[in-house]
């Protein structure tokens, strides 16, 4: 049976498929959370009648509005988000984009609940004092991006010490095969133009600069407690293989099927039991799989989130926080795309590495880091 639902991140494309999921399974749903109250969060609203309906962060408008439609069921502020994260017996799903995700996890973990975590920045920004809530609260870390589900759903019923690699599996982006002489001139539009998974800006851009495999290699080194030595990246751009584990005796298993992000969040739900339904059979007509290393020098974005790994504590949050605004920057016509690894890389040279005790000490990293991007791109954004 699956524990009702808490959905953080609601009218995103994880929250709606996740209520696509808890329709169809009929798990109940409590709370659905977002951060404005914009009318797409009103119509959940609707499509879920015993939900609590919580905005972090509407404007005064959104606010009447969701009071008068909804009455007693609106409620406001990331403070209530996050009580509703620590309801017991609940899965939180946290679907949140960017850092106002952290703090939800850290509930959730420390109130001794199932994480189904699809927040990035959680574990690449915050992984020490997410590893902390965990081993406080006793709560469970369930992977939901595609390529950590897939490694988790390949390592059950294996030991950590039968493991030879973890190999995740990039689709290589729209510049698969190109150099980095043609990758200058490169525009927004053409990097936005992403051939498998439908995604948001910043996670198309990235995979465009291979920095979302990069950051998916911090998570993984998180999650599954793995020295980086041991995890490795092949691209394949058929995006069928959503990755891979190899095992001490040569053994390797796969995770394979349609891309459809529906797959690893129905197993969040009911892990340790599968539903039926995602997906219908796969057919194998005319299918092929390839596979190939990725080109390091062209994109040296994944290098980088490796050395950020490497190093630890801080890093990888300078990283995530330097990279989102370098992307931003981009999207924005006021840097080239091979500039993006460079702010990346000059950031982290600049900024002193820390521990991270406290959510506090995440948030101020990222505010430093965000601040250097920021001056190395002359302040201009
Ligand atoms: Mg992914």
Redesign the pocket.
Known sequence: MSRPLVVLGATGSIGRQTLDVAARLGIEVLALAARRGSADLVDLAAQWPDAQIVATAPTGEEREDMVSSLGDRAEFGAEVMEALAATPDSTVVNGIVGAAGLRASIVTLEAGNRLALANKESLVAGGPVVLAALARGGGTLLPV???HSALFQCLVGEGGAAVRRLILTASGGPFRGWAAGDLEEVSPQRALDHPTWEMGKRITIDSATLF?KGL?VIEAHYLFDMPYEQIDVVVHPQSIVHSIVEFIDGSLKAHIGEPDMRVPIQYALTYPDRASGALEEFDFAGRSLTFEPPDRKTFPALDLAYEAGRIGRSAPAVLNAADEVAVHAFLGGRLGFMGIPEVVERTLNQVPVVDLTTVDDVIEVDREARAVAHSLLGGAC
């Open positions: 991006d595609s390529e979302n998916e």
